[in-house]
């Protein structure tokens, strides 16, 4: 056991050691500067604009990048849409898997388009080579990229003293792609590859177990796929396991490497942030948050399964191993603990345990990370989100000293709370308006068979696969049978709200900040870089969410814990 908890520091050192130059390169990226990587991506990058007609030195405002933005994803859904409803005979199916219905198509694309991958159907038999990589694939790529382009756009915001244009989203957006996705992507996708993960167009081959048994493994483009899944934080797995799969995710190393790589990204842009603006503080100020944060999650959920399942000890059972079900042998309890917080932080959402054999308080703490969706996050989005609770930790830290609310030289005025306000409700709101909508649904009709496990454990699977879907994560409680209108609906327009507002508000905010007249910093300016503030900001997250979820959490998780013990 202390290996595996060696191993778990290890990873979370590695990444932080390898975050910090690598934000400085992604700040170089977006800042136009010299890179080692110019004399390989400039000719690529050059084709692009020219091919496409974008003008590299058209500059755009933020309602331009946001409709830029828009469009350009409006695009991709309904290519999505044609793909997944016609991958049945389309080319590239050697396991004639069949096309999705109609519902089913309208929940991936929209999952994969939003950087969800919120997945109800099964990788192996639910998507055909052509779909993983032409749709699938290729949205990991520009799902990632238009959050890290859209945090791009909200870095110049808050740079320039006064301006209009805030760069051009069309170039932000595949210097994210060509940069920086797809060289990390590519180190990643050869890592697993050296380690057994599939990587060919070859159908399912049959095999003979030791124990007498025919059985069908699937093969195919899995290696690139899942680099990009998890350098992208996007987390839809190529076999239905998910990374508990052995040809996902095979040994302790490329467990450690996948950890790595979801991580990096999002660890990164902080750094990215600071190299940018020039503010070096105001960014550890905001890794220290953060870093809290998870560190609050993280060090009892490892806890909690590393202790074991305390009604499987009442039978007099070895529980040293710690509670093992739904976990492989090959990472054990606590390194499995670990991840599961990383993906639902990070809101990655890839598993390598199933979430639903976690004990309750573990659980608890996963739906907290997917809560609050402001520690570390996703690509770009992490930090947009945490961008919403520092406007709000700015007014408030204003009101509470006698102060004009500022940051970074803006003042911070109604028209700018209202927007903050109004996405830091939304993620709440759909949360517990669909956990509600479907409880009420279930017990008007309890034989309509979503749920296994009745009761808290139940309502906690409805509760886990709502928040999952607000923010963008992907993971869930598999213990809920989704794939059915029902869930396939209602999870599809909770995953168009909570992905394109959160993005929406702080580009507003930061652009309607950056036409305003600066302000030069004095000695009764709001210091933001301090850990004063950033205790501040961590309050203001804390009180929203326990205001908002803990109801909730005492039907489900908490009940569960009480129940178990």
């Given at each position: 056991?202390?290996?595996?908890?060696?191993?778990?520091?290890?990873?979370?050192?590695?990444?932080?050691?390898?975050?910090?130059?690598?934000?400085?390169?992604?700040?170089?990226?977006?800042?136009?500067?010299?890179?080692?990587?110019?004399?390989?991506?400039?000719?690529?990058?050059?084709?692009?604009?020219?091919?496409?007609?974008?003008?590299?030195?058209?500059?755009?405002?933020?309602?331009?990048?946001?409709?830029?933005?828009?469009?350009?994803?409006?695009?991709?859904?309904?290519?999505?849409?044609?793909?997944?409803?016609?991958?049945?005979?389309?080319?590239?199916?050697?396991?004639?898997?069949?096309?999705?219905?109609?519902?089913?198509?309208?929940?991936?694309?929209?999952?994969?388009?939003?950087?969800?991958?919120?997945?109800?159907?099964?990788?192996?038999?639910?998507?055909?080579?052509?779909?993983?990589?032409?749709?699938?694939?290729?949205?990991?790529?520009?799902?990632?990229?238009?959050?890290?382009?859209?945090?791009?756009?909200?870095?110049?915001?808050?740079?320039?003293?006064?301006?209009?244009?805030?760069?051009?989203?069309?170039?932000?957006?595949?210097?994210?792609?060509?940069?920086?996705?797809?060289?990390?992507?590519?180190?990643?996708a050869i890592l697993l590859a050296?380690?057994?993960?599939?990587?060919?167009?070859?159908?399912?081959?049959?095999?003979?177990?030791?124990?007498?048994?025919?059985?069908?493994?699937?093969?195919?483009?899995?290696?690139?796929?899942?680099?990009?899944?998890?350098?992208?934080?996007?987390?839809?797995?190529?076999?239905?396991?998910?990374?508990?799969?052995?040809?996902?995710?095979?040994?302790?190393?490329?467990?450690?490497?996948?950890?790595?790589?979801?991580?990096?990204?999002?660890?990164?842009?902080?750094?990215?942030?600071?190299?940018?603006?020039?503010?070096?503080?105001?960014?550890?100020?905001?890794?220290?948050?953060?870093?809290?944060?998870?560190?609050?999650?993280?060090?009892?959920?490892?806890?909690?399964?590393?202790?074991?399942?305390?009604?499987?000890?009442?039978?007099?059972?070895?529980?040293?191993?710690?509670?093992?079900e739904g976990k492989e042998v090959?990472?054990?309890?606590?390194?499995?603990?670990?991840?599961?917080?990383?993906?639902?932080?990070?809101?990655?959402?890839?598993?390598?345990?199933?979430?639903?054999?976690?004990?309750?308080?573990?659980?608890?703490?996963?739906m907290l990370a997917m809560m609050?969706?402001?520690?570390?996050?996703?690509?770009?989005?992490?930090?947009?989100?945490?961008?919403?609770?520092?406007?709000?930790?700015?007014?408030?830290?204003?009101?509470?000293?006698?102060?004009?609310?500022?940051?970074?030289?803006?003042?911070?005025?109604?028209?700018?709370?209202?927007?903050?306000?109004?996405?830091?409700?939304?993620?709440?709101?759909?949360?517990?308006?669909?956990?509600?909508?479907?409880?009420?649904?279930?017990?008007?009709?309890?034989?309509?068979?979503?749920?296994?496990?009745?009761?808290?454990?139940?309502?906690?699977?409805?509760?886990?696969?709502?928040?999952?879907?607000?923010?963008?994560?992907?993971?869930?409680?598999?213990?809920?049978?989704?794939?059915?209108?029902?869930?396939?609906?209602?999870?599809?327009?909770?995953?168009?709200?909570?992905?394109?507002?959160?993005?929406?508000?702080?580009?507003?905010?930061?652009?309607?900040?950056?036409?305003?007249?600066?302000?030069?910093?004095?000695?009764?300016?709001?210091?933001?870089?301090?850990?004063?503030?950033?205790?501040?900001?961590?309050?203001?997250?804390?009180?929203?969410?326990?205001?908002?979820?803990?109801?909730?959490?005492?039907?489900?998780?908490?009940?569960?814990?009480?129940?178990?013990?």
């Amino acid at each position: 056991m202390n290996t595996e908890l060696l191993g778990i520091i290890a990873t979370f050192v590695i990444t932080l050691v390898l975050a910090i130059p690598f934000g400085r390169y992604i700040g170089k990226v977006y800042a136009g500067e010299h890179t080692l990587l110019d004399p390989l991506f400039n000719p690529i990058e050059k084709l692009f604009f020219k091919v496409s007609g974008i003008k590299v030195e058209q500059e755009m405002d933020w309602k331009q990048n946001l409709v830029a933005l828009l469009t350009i994803n409006f695009f991709w859904f309904l290519l999505a849409m044609f793909i997944l409803m016609n991958q049945g005979w389309l080319p590239w199916n050697p396991d004639d898997n069949p096309s999705m219905t109609a519902d089913l198509a309208f929940n991936t694309a929209i999952s994969f388009l939003v950087n969800c991958n919120l997945q109800h159907y099964s990788g192996e038999t639910g998507a055909t080579y052509f779909s993983q990589i032409f749709c699938f694939m290729f949205l990991h790529f520009v799902s990632a990229a238009t959050g890290m382009a859209a945090l791009a756009v909200v870095f110049n915001a808050m740079k320039a003293q006064t301006t209009s244009t805030l760069g051009n989203f069309y170039v932000y957006f595949i210097k994210s792609n060509t940069r920086i996705l797809l060289p990390l992507a590519a180190v990643v996708a050869i890592l697993l590859a050296l380690n057994g993960t599939p990587m060919n167009i070859e159908g399912k081959e049959t095999l003979i177990t030791l124990q007498g048994d025919s059985v069908q493994i699937s093969r195919g483009p899995a290696a690139a796929l899942i680099a990009i899944k998890h350098v992208g934080t996007n987390g839809g797995g190529y076999f239905g396991a998910n990374s508990a799969h052995p040809l996902e995710n095979a040994n302790y190393v490329t467990n450690m490497v996948e950890m790595i790589a979801q991580t990096i990204i999002p660890v990164a842009m902080i750094f990215a942030l600071g190299y940018y603006l020039k503010r070096r503080k105001l960014a550890w100020m905001i890794f220290g948050v953060m870093t809290v944060g998870f560190l609050i999650l993280v060090i009892p959920t490892v806890y909690y399964e590393v202790q074991g399942n305390p009604a499987i000890s009442k039978l007099d059972v070895d529980i040293s191993a710690g509670a093992m079900e739904g976990k492989e042998v090959r990472f054990g309890s606590a390194a499995s603990a670990y991840w599961s917080i990383v993906t639902t932080v990070i809101s990655t959402g890839s598993v390598n345990a199933m979430h639903d054999s976690s004990m309750p308080l573990s659980g608890l703490n996963q739906m907290l990370a997917m809560m609050v969706n402001s520690f570390y996050g996703g690509c770009g989005v992490g930090i947009l989100n945490f961008y919403i609770f520092i406007i709000v930790a700015v007014f408030i830290s204003g009101l509470m000293v006698g102060r004009t609310p500022e940051f970074l030289g803006k003042k911070i005025e109604a028209k700018e709370m209202k927007i903050a306000m109004v996405i830091a409700l939304l993620h709440p709101f759909l949360i517990l308006a669909g956990t509600a909508l479907s409880s009420f649904v279930i017990t008007k009709d309890p034989t309509a068979g979503w749920l296994n496990n009745p009761g808290f454990h139940g309502f906690s699977e409805m509760l886990y696969e709502y928040t999952s879907s607000s923010a963008n994560n992907g993971s869930g409680f598999e213990g809920l049978g989704d794939n059915n209108p029902f869930w396939n609906i209602t999870t599809g327009l909770v995953l168009i709200f909570s992905r394109f507002l959160p993005i929406i508000g702080p580009v507003a905010i930061a652009g309607i900040l950056a036409n305003k007249k600066y302000i030069p910093e004095s000695a009764g300016t709001l210091k933001t870089d301090t850990a004063t503030f950033g205790v501040m900001v961590f309050a203001v997250i804390i009180i929203l969410a326990l205001l908002s979820f803990f109801p909730a959490l005492t039907l489900g998780p908490i009940a569960e814990y009480f129940s178990v013990r």
